[in-house]
């Protein structure tokens, strides 16, 4: 109950990552608070990721993706390993699975991927 998918996504399991308004959970400073891709875009930013193409596993380069439903984002989800994604279930369990085993009414589908070089 310490983080969500979103923080998963972001290696991080110590704290709930969310662009509350009330500023109750954990969000990049200097980030807009605000459900959109741009501040989700922003908030993996701080943390070294960009944009890019796909979810295809590149040596040397972690990758997330992010689901939205209605316009609004979801989900998180981290590339483990070659076609292994790992997500956080709410509350719930971590998960391995593959990319398009969340995809559908629940979360949405995936808007777009991020990465980040390996240190």
Same mark, same amino acid.
């Given at each position: 109950k310490k983080y969500n998918c979103i923080a998963w996504a972001a290696a991080s399991n110590n704290q709930w990552w969310w662009p509350d308004s009330m500023g109750i959970y954990y969000w990049p400073k200097n980030v807009q608070r605000e459900e959109t891709?741009?501040?989700?875009?922003?908030?993996?930013?701080?943390?070294?990721?960009?944009?890019?193409?796909?979810?295809?596993?590149?040596?040397?380069? +972690? @990758?997330?993706?992010?689901?939205? =439903?209605? $316009?609004?984002?979801?989900?998180?989800?981290?590339?483990? +390993? @070659?076609?292994?994604?790992?997500? =956080?279930? $709410?509350?719930?369990h971590d998960i391995d699975h593959a990319f398009d085993l969340l995809d559908g009414p629940a979360y949405g589908r995936p808007e777009f991927f991020m990465k980040r070089k390996i240190k």
């Open positions: 891709k741009e501040a989700f875009v922003a908030a993996y930013g701080t943390i070294g990721y960009v944009e890019c193409e796909n979810g295809d596993y590149e040596e040397s380069f +972690e @990758k997330i993706t992010v689901y939205f =439903k209605d $316009g609004k984002p979801t989900h998180a989800a981290r590339l483990k +390993e @070659k076609d292994i994604w790992t997500s =956080k279930l $709410g509350e719930g």
